[in-house]
């Protein structure tokens, strides 16, 4: 639309120009207004590119960080509990299992030292955390490399006595508890879960 108008506006210019010279004349500045139109369409403007610096620097353009899977994709994993339900107060014990179900060696990524290498966090039936086994530990940030030859497991145990991160027992109930493969600063880390009844007796379990 605009090239058709600069052609009227040109042609309504040049009327006054001697027939000889009218046609290269003509030509020579539809190609300039031509150009000039097409670069213009095709330059952002100011207010596009000043949207999307805005939009960078406030994190609202960049695709939201997901959490880094530390699990191959030949290894499986999952949680396993001394029991699915328990009396009130009484101990669990919590292990995450991983195992290298390919016929390749692998190595798992994970962060921390020997000791914080992994995580168990329990969450209540709406999915507020209740108890994390790394609760206000400073973390050390150094990865390190586990290797996994082909059908070999690793096995990482944790206790809980059924009270949360302030020391007071929890109430009866339905609760999830999650296997994290390193602390999960980085986002939602699960690997593994499993349900863990707690029963206000022994004989309602």
């Known amino acids: 639309m605009a090239l058709v108008s600069a052609r009227s506006v040109i042609s309504r210019r040049t009327s006054a120009i001697s027939p000889p010279y009218r046609s290269t004349f003509m030509r020579s500045v539809i190609h300039v207004a031509t150009v000039f139109v097409l670069m213009t369409a095709c330059s952002p403007t100011q207010e596009s590119a000043s949207s999307s610096t805005s939009s960078t620097a406030s994190g609202l353009a960049a695709a939201p960080e997901t959490s880094r899977q530390r699990v191959p994709p030949t290894v499986s994993a999952k949680v396993e509990l001394s029991k699915a339900s328990a009396p009130l107060g009484e101990p669990v014990t919590i292990r995450l299992v991983l195992r290298n179900d390919g016929a390749r060696d692998t190595e798992l990524n994970v962060v921390g ?93």
Do not use: K
């Open 113 to 205: 030292s020997v000791e914080q290498r992994f995580d168990v966090i329990v969450l209540d039936s709406v999915g507020r955390e209740v108890w994390s086994r790394l609760h206000l530990q400073d973390i050390d940030l150094g990865r390190n490399v586990l290797p996994m030859r082909a059908g070999d497991s690793l096995v990482f145990a944790e206790r809980w006595n059924q009270r949360d991160n302030g020391g007071r027992l929890v109430s009866p109930g339905w609760y999830q508890v999650g296997g994290h493969l390193s602390p999960p600063s980085d986002g939602d880390s699960t690997i593994a879960s499993a349900r863990l009844r707690v029963c206000v007796r022994a004989r309602d379990c």
